[in-house]
Structure formats: C-alpha cells, structure tokens
C-alpha cells in the first residue's frame, strides 16, 4: 500500500511541476540612460515555445490599448514609453499569456522585456 502512496504523491508533485512551467513568462531589465533619453525607450523580444524568434502574430495590450506589433525578423519590437506605470498583456494564438501587471517607466529610464511563450495543451 504504501509504495502506491508514493507513486500517487509523486505523479502528482510532478504535475503540479509542470503546470508551473507551462506557464508564458516574462524577464524585465532596466537601465538608467544619462544625459539625451533614447527615443525607443522600449525594446521587447519574443521567444516562442521552441527558442526561435517570434515574427508575427503577437496581441500587445498596454493598459486598455490593443497593439499589433511589427516585430523584426529578430522577433524584436521596439517603441516609445512616456513616464508612468502600465499593465502588459502579450497574446499568441494557443499560447499561455504573459502579464505585467505594474511595469513602472521612469524619465531616462530604457526598460528590455524578454517574452516566453509556452503552448497551451490541446
């Protein structure tokens, strides 16, 4: 009985492991730029589930508005971030969506966001 135990304890640790990877994350890095701000302030990149660049086809929410990206061959976005705090939702069509909730911008501040996306099970 009580290696069925174990076995059942280990089958379920193991699918709460997965579920937490599975997720889509998000890596933020943040530099101080002195003397003239940058214009693009924003640099985003978008690795799909593979490691590969993602090219197209990604939904950007930035607070209540619906972006479209044009990303670069390099799955690289770039733009232009006034002072202030935003909420971040990036979308993909089956893919898990990666949030920011409170991403703070602050004057001659350049703000790198790294996007995982992870497929969603079918």
């Known amino acids: 009985m009580k290696p069925l135990l174990l076995v059942v304890a280990l089958l379920i640790s193991s699918f709460s492991i997965t579920a937490q990877i599975k997720k889509s994350t998000v890596q933020i890095t943040k530099e101080i730029i002195k003397g003239i701000p940058k214009e693009d302030n924003l640099t985003i990149k978008f690795v799909g589930p593979t490691k590969q660049p993602v090219k197209r086809g990604v939904k950007m929410i930035a607070n209540n508005d619906t972006i479209f990206p044009e990303i670069s061959d390099l799955g690289i976005y770039k733009d232009h971030l006034e002072p202030g705090t935003y909420k971040l939702i990036f979308s993909f069509p089956y893919w898990y ?17 790294t996007v995982f996306f992870n497929p969603k099970d079918i």
Request: charged share 35%.
């Open 97 to 113: 969506d990666a949030t920011i909730e409170k991403l703070k911008c602050n004057k001659n501040e350049t703000i790198h966001i």
